[in-house]
């Protein structure tokens, strides 16, 4: 079907120049620009009117003959189908003309132009284009080879299309390859043509050929546009679209993280194959870390360099005569990569005629290989100019200088780019590889105090050890002459890295504390085993004392102690090797974090230390125990059950003691109990005391390292320290740092030098290299076990999470769309602190009108029906209440927790219990013991932040959380109220989500980050002030129009 034929464009003086011929098509590329251009043009014999103001060379005027946007867009619908994505923009092309007549519309077609128009000047000409995304394009030619002829092919269509095929053929030849990609976001995975020496000729020649009107074609710009070479155009295509047609063949194709059993991919490696398949994955799609990088470019550049060669240049090095430090001898060869026992000397290659001889192949091609051979070695090495600076070098001799500057960094270098190295066996010989020793020993074997602590001073020898032989580092240097990566000893060659030892031996200065070696470095150095050094490194006791250490540090499981008689209770087997990791930690004077999953007994394992401490190591002052306030009456409770041996006290309410009294009070205790908001506000009373002991409990609270408590309770002197939380990392990385800055100080480093090292190269690039090494570094004082490891419990019931998604109603829609609205309108208009506090009272907003429209709205009157959510809520306690159960139902917001309890009470008979910050402590434990003692059902509703942590609430069997909060973590604290020991039945947690709302965006980030939650990164509201006003739309904008609307 052929397309009216639109009128041309033409200045307003000339007139229309009706044809009746066919379209023609052209196409026109520009590398800067990502697409392919199509215009059109309709050939008529009749000249278009003299222009009366002329052509100009600078100013480009209207091509009278071609098609405008729209008339262009039916036709390419009408020749090879509809597409959505072409843009309509306008390009310049140069064509030959007169000065004040136009050029002939035959500029496109097969016939060679007249010698009068070869001598005409080119001026620019303005066409209407569509700008078709190379996928697109991909498309079009398809359809072009495929459908009726309704249309002429101008000679740029033409030139195009012989490239989109030989594009295709390159292809199907294996002419491509993996690369990386520097963009502005970083580097990424792309194909790549992978072009013979022929193939870069037909390019080279076929780029020749480009036609005029697409060789200066330009779009319009500003001034001065680039006018690109035609060999950049045309490899711009051939890239662009091998990319695109490799990526269709690979559509159907799922990339499986599984596809070996003994092989798991790292994640460099997916992402890696991830972008060569051109899947869009937003959350895996982060970077690659550098030493990935690094190696993955080396081995590009060194597989290309070999695509094409049947036979491959190479280097033969020999060892000088035995007992002599040089000459060192190397020959030059070609080997065939078929068959690598055949090397042709390079003395032979250089006397063999340019015709064919015998069973070799061409010599030309051989001293081609030859002669690229020997350039790649002399740009890799200064070190090889002497030797081959003749005219046909067969090989030379190097000196020892020579040899070790080669031997040492230029080896790899040449290697990267491609030249095989052959060297004498020793050089691969592990046998006699030198090795780093440390030997430790006390530096004051007189000290005989018990805990030692991390600042203990040591004392080091270092030893450079081969074979049986050790040295002195510099004994060792005295023997390596000229700084060479080998040495002569004992009768044979023995290869090494003097950099390696070097750095190894300046790591170890790194790792020295001031003031000398301490048991800190030591550990540091025994964790780590020098993981970052390329040489063996290992360490030595000189003496029991130091072997004690060394034993404890890289043991894994701690010697067991027994459980003291006094202590009231029976521990089970991993409650007892908790115990003895706490005593054999702080016997030795280092801080211990007990991080057993929640639920798991802490309390009871930290009560049998404290007992056995009274025991066995009689202090003479008290330990303190610093808590949040919801837990203090479970820690006297537990403390009666458990340990009534200890005397403990509460520091606490307005009539406490204070001064010399409080001094005088605590002494006669062996607990004393306090919050961490007393600790702050009493902390110059706290430092009067020299403690036993400090027990911090839900350490999590001194995560904000410059908040009052944190600052108070790190200034606090106890000779033992304690940190007990089921979270060590909630949401950053440097809340584990402060819980251990508490316990061991300095240990980790200043917070600048451990952000430095851990944080940002784990949370931002997921290095799991660093997050290996932190871990060693922690294991000694960090123990850690989780509910869900059979290993270590094997009876606790299952946990089923399930989510229930809401819908809101009208008036619920009405409000949150108004709330975005206000967003989209007035963000733009504030900046800085102003912009921040608006996103957050307007996320507020948001979350409370999904709960309840009376949150916010003018009509206050609070009544389940107007809420999609909370109707829900009270259909499901209804079911649960109707079949025996009891339910915890938790919200972030206390106000809302009242109003709620309130809504679930006035539904029917079931008790409703209600606890929030506001509740005093006497009535808190009294509600806590009403619920867990109820022989009927019961309902508890808790505000997160008073009830989420340290309550035992094993009598509820379903858990609510009625709004979300961006800490999973938090959330599963309060889970685990109920889903701890001592529950005997199943667990189901309910988490209500209001469909097509913000929301949902946080429950997937909850998602994202349980994933990551050993390591890393949460959020908070606060990430969501630091987005663009776009971004943020896309985030808390209703999707799908999920609401909920009367009952039909």
């Not at 196409?27 to 008529?44: K, R």
């Not at 937003?282 to 597989?303: C, H, V, Y």
């Not at 018990?450 to 080091?460: D, K, M, N, W």
């Not at 062996?670 to 020299?690: E, G, I, N, Q, S």
Request: neutral net charge; glycine residues 6%.
């Amino acid at each position: 079907m052929t397309a009216k034929r639109p009128a041309p464009i033409h200045d307003k003086e000339e007139e229309t120049i009706p044809d009746t011929s066919l379209p023609v098509f052209h196409a026109l590329i520009y590398p800067a620009v990502e697409g392919v251009a199509i215009c059109a043009e309709y050939i008529t014999d009749k000249p278009a009117p003299v222009r009366k103001k002329g052509y100009a060379k600078d100013k480009p005027g209207e091509y009278p003959y071609s098609l405008d946007h729209t008339a262009l867009k039916t036709l390419i619908e009408n020749c090879f189908g509809a597409y959505d994505d072409l843009k309509a923009t306008r390009w310049i092309i140069y064509l030959p003309a007169e000065e004040t007549v136009p050029p002939s519309s035959q500029f496109s077609s097969k016939k060679k132009p007249s010698p009068k128009e070869k001598k005409l000047p080119l001026v620019p000409m303005y066409i209407p284009v569509l700008l078709c995304p190379y996928e697109t394009f991909f498309q079009i030619w398809k359809a072009a080879q495929n459908t009726d002829k309704n249309y002429i092919a101008g000679d740029s269509f033409q030139y195009i299309s012989i490239l989109m095929e030989s594009t295709v053929r390159l292809i199907q030849n294996g002419r491509f390859k993996p690369s990386l990609e520097r963009t502005f976001a970083g580097y990424h995975a792309v194909w790549v043509p992978a072009l013979s020496p022929q193939d870069m000729e037909w390019v080279s020649d076929f780029s020749s050929r480009m036609p005029t009107v697409c060789r200066y074609a330009i779009p319009r710009v500003a001034k001065d546009p680039y006018i690109y070479k035609p060999e950049t155009r045309v490899e711009k295509l051939i890239v662009e679209m091998m990319r695109v047609i490799i990526r269709a063949a690979l559509g159907g194709y799922t990339l499986k993280e599984e596809t070996d059993p003994f092989y798991e991919p790292s994640e460099n490696e997916m992402q890696f194959m991830t972008d060569l398949l051109g899947v869009t994955d937003p959350i895996r799609n982060k970077g690659f870390e550098r030493t990935f990088l690094r190696a993955m470019q080396d081995w590009l550049t060194f597989s290309s360099s070999r695509r094409f060669a049947p036979f491959e240049f190479c280097m033969i090095i020999k060892d000088p005569p035995e007992g002599q430090t040089e000459p060192w001898d190397f020959t030059l060869a070609v080997r065939s990569e078929a068959e690598p026992s055949l090397l042709i000397p390079a003395e032979i290659i250089w006397e063999l005629p340019d015709h064919q001889s015998g069973l070799f192949p061409q010599a030309a091609y051989l001293k081609h290989i030859l002669l690229a051979g020997i350039g790649l070695l002399t740009s890799s090495s200064s070190a090889l100019w002497r030797p081959l600076s003749g005219s046909k070098p067969t090989g030379g001799s190097m000196t020892l200088k020579e040899a070790a500057t080669f031997l040492g960094s230029d080896l790899a270098r040449a290697r990267r780019k491609g030249v095989t190295v052959l060297l004498p066996d020793w050089w691969t010989d592990t046998t006699y590889t030198p090795r780093v020793e440390i030997h430790a020993r006390r530096r004051d074997p007189t000290h005989t105090q018990t805990r030692i602590g991390l600042q203990e001073l040591l004392s080091f020898d270092y030893r450079i050890a081969i074979g049986d032989e050790s040295f002195s580092p510099d004994e060792f240097w005295e023997k390596v002459k000229e700084k060479a990566p080998f040495i002569w000893l004992g009768n044979r060659w023995i290869s090494f890295h003097p950099d390696a030892i070097q750095h190894a031996l300046d790591s170890f200065s790194r790792h020295q504390s001031k003031g000398g070696d301490t048991i800190g470095d030591l550990l540091r150095l025994s964790l780590k085993k020098m993981e970052d050094s390329a040489v063996p490194v290992s360490i030595h006791a000189k003496d029991d004392w130091v072997a004690d250490l060394l034993d404890f540090f890289r043991t894994e499981t701690n010697q067991a102690v027994p459980v003291p008689k006094k202590f009231k209770g029976i521990l089970r087997p991993y409650q007892e090797e908790g115990f003895s990791f706490l005593c054999q930690c702080t016997r030795r004077g280092f801080g211990a974090c007990l991080a057993d999953d929640m639920g798991l007994g802490k309390t009871p394992q930290t009560l049998a230390w404290l007992v056995y401490l009274k025991e066995k190591e009689k202090p003479t002052t008290p330990s303190l125990l610093i808590c949040p306030m919801s837990v203090v009456g479970n820690w006297e409770r537990e403390i009666q059950r458990f340990a009534p041996s200890l005397r403990s006290w509460v520091h606490h309410g307005t009539d406490r003691c204070k001064g010399d009294d409080f001094v005088r009070h605590v002494g006669s205790y062996d607990l004393v109990l306090t919050t961490y908001h007393l600790a702050a506000r009493d902390v110059d009373h706290l430092k009067t005391v020299p403690w036993s002991a400090i027990i911090l409990d839900e350490a999590q609270n001194i995560k904000n390292l410059h908040a009052n408590q944190t600052v108070a309770v790190k200034s606090l002197t106890g000779e033992r320290r304690v940190a007990l939380t089921g979270t060590p990392v909630e949401n950053r990385l440097l809340e584990l740092w402060s819980i251990m800055d508490f316990l061991n100080p300095g240990y980790l480093g200043s917070q600048s030098a451990f952000t430095n090292r851990y944080s940002r190269p784990i949370e931002q690039e997921k290095n799991t290299e660093l997050i290996q090494e932190l871990r060693s570094l922690i294991r000694p004082f960090l123990l850690r076990r989780m509910k869900t490891d059979k290993h270590v419990i094997d009876d606790l019931p299952e946990k089923m999470e399930n989510r229930v998604y809401c819908t809101l109603t009208p008036e619920q829609a009405t409000l949150y769309q108004a709330v975005v609205l206000d967003m989209a309108k007035n963000l733009d208009k504030v900046e800085g602190i102003a912009r921040k506090g608006a996103i957050l009272a307007a996320i507020t907003r948001l979350k409370q009108i999904c709960n309840h429209p009376g949150r916010v709205g003018r009509d206050k009157t609070i009544k389940a029906e107007r809420s999609g959510k909370v109707s829900r809520l009270i259909e499901m306690i209804e079911e649960i209440t109707s079949e025996g159960d009891s339910a915890l139902i938790f919200s972030q917001y206390a106000t809302f927790a009242e109003e709620l309890a309130g809504m679930i009470e006035k539904q029917g008979d079931t008790p409703v219990l209600l606890l929030t910050g506001s509740t005093p402590r006497k009535k808190r434990e009294q509600m806590i013991e009403e619920f867990q003692a109820s022989t009927t059902p019961i309902i508890f509703v808790i505000s997160l932040k008073a009830g989420g942590t340290g309550l035992n609430l094993t009598k509820a069997t379903h858990v609510f959380h009625v709004d979300r909060w961006w800490n999973p973590a938090v959330e599963d604290q309060a889970t685990d109220r109920t889903y701890r020991i001592g529950q005997k039945r199943n667990v189901q947690v309910h988490l209500m989500i209001t469909a097509g709302t913000l929301e949902e965006r946080i429950d997937l980030i909850n998602q994202e980050k349980r994933t990551l939650a050993k390591e890393v990164l949460a959020q908070s509201d606060e990430y969501l002030t630091n987005l663009s006003t776009k971004e943020l739309l896309e985030i808390v904008s209703l999707r799908d129009s999920l609401f909920r609307g009367e009952d039909a």
